[in-house]
């Protein structure tokens, strides 16, 4: 016999079993977002999807089949919670070529970024406490950190980046246990923070003995410009760094890490061993035999130049279908821009509009955590769709917004 869960009262009846912190958890409206639009015939600017047709497949088996072949007892086995050494090296040695100088024994294997994001929450928030970030921001580490039941404080994004020269007055109200930072082609926003305002950045964080935790999913996918130093090469003292092979690979490994000061490492672990014993072996083995093979190289480079073609070919589209009404940012990296319609437009209605048309984009209000802007803002995401679709999408959603600015 089988219990019906639709017709049961118990979900209602355990509300009151439930935790305090609960009632702050909501279902990212992405992850609802993309429900919807894997649909087959929507054509879909929504997620943060890397291109699946791109991803090493074969040299991925290969790994696979050479670690089960020679290193299965290891790869099956349970492992150390700091990750795999070797794994560990690499990126120690990888970091230390943007000027990140720390050891392997300052690097933790996450699973995924969005761990390392929860495992901050968890040692540095207490119910209440404040984190300092830009406004919008990356809609994950909003939501992992209302979990921890964090508040936030926030300064606003132009097109140097965050408004780090803002920071010092917001603290003055509010004290912060952290200052959140994405340097590198910003999600939602695919903006870059200056040099000058990094500088700016580390000099207020000395001056207010501040923590930055500086997080680096898209870095290494530039497709314009020189590389500008990390926030943690400038201040290693008081940055905790993250990154993921998760756009660079495939995010199906879950494989992210991030490098702290030793103490702060040391937390960091402790919470980790409490969340899963420590990230995938198996996993962990073969995006280390793929990094150390050379593959990932090479195929970050080839990412670099299909990604930065469908990002010229979605803001080509934008100039030729969209009423001139609207603007929108030109990243040189990463996998999202921002566009701007008339504040008269809601995004979220349009989206509405928009998935009748079978074309989907993220509205701007989920990146703001206090939900006071962005409600005529939109991201898009290029990476995911091939050129033609870009094209017809954007022409979708141009026809769109010209026939709501006309009525
Ligand atoms: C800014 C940022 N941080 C963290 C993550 C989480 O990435 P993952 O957990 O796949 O490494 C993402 C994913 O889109 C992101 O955009």
Aim: hydrophobic share 40%; aromatic share 8%.
């Amino acid at each position: 016999m089988t219990v019906d869960a639709t017709t049961s009262d118990a979900p209602r009846h355990w509300e009151r079993y439930l935790a305090k912190r609960t009632s702050g958890m909501k279902s990212s409206a992405i992850r609802e977002l993309l429900k919807i639009t894997q649909l087959p015939d929507v054509i879909s600017f929504a997620g943060g999807l890397p291109a699946p047709e791109l991803f090493p497949v074969r040299e991925i088996e290969e790994a696979c089949s050479y670690l089960l072949r020679h290193e299965a007892k290891m790869a099956l086995q349970y492992s150390t919670t700091e990750g795999h050494p070797p794994l560990r090296e690499f990126l120690a040695e990888s970091l230390s070529k943007y000027g990140i100088h720390y050891g392997p024994d300052n690097v933790l294997i996450t699973t995924g970024s969005q761990q390392a994001l929860d495992l901050i929450g968890k040692i540095f928030i207490d119910p209440g406490a404040t984190v300092l970030t830009a406004s919008p921001t990356y809609l994950g580490a909003i939501q992992a950190w209302r979990a921890y039941e964090g508040e936030f404080v926030n300064v606003p994004l132009d097109e140097d980046g965050m408004c780090v020269e803002r920071i010092a007055d917001v603290i003055k109200e509010t004290p912060v246990r952290f200052v959140y930072v994405l340097p590198n082609f910003h999600n939602p926003a695919g903006i870059t923070l200056s040099e000058e305002r990094r500088r700016l950045l580390v000099e207020v964080a000395r001056k207010h003995d501040l923590i930055i935790v500086e997080d680096d999913p898209y870095g290494a996918l530039r497709y314009a410009g020189e590389n500008i130093p990390p926030i943690a090469s400038l201040a290693p003292e008081r940055t905790i760094y993250l990154g993921t092979f998760s756009k660079t690979l495939t995010p199906g490994l879950r494989i992210g890490w991030v490098v702290a000061p030793t103490e702060l490492r040391q937390r960091l672990v402790q919470a980790k061993q409490g969340a899963d014993l420590h990230t995938s072996t198996f996993d962990q083995m073969i995006a280390n035999d793929i990094a150390q093979r050379g593959i990932l190289k090479t195929h970050v480079q080839k990412l670099r130049q299909v990604y930065g073609d469908r990002m010229n070919t979605m803001l080509d589209a934008m100039s030729e279908f969209w009423p001139e009404e609207c603007s929108w940012t030109h990243p040189r990296g990463g996998l999202f821009l921002w566009a701007t319609v008339p504040e008269s437009l809601n995004a979220m209605e349009l989206l509405n509009v928009a998935l009748k048309r079978k074309v989907a984009f993220v509205p701007g209000v989920n990146f703001y955590p206090n939900a006071d802007g962005g409600h005529n803002a939109m991201r898009l995401n290029f990476s995911n769709a091939k050129p033609d679709m870009i094209v017809e999408g954007i022409q979708r959603l141009g026809l769109t917004l010209k026939e709501t600015i006309v009525k």
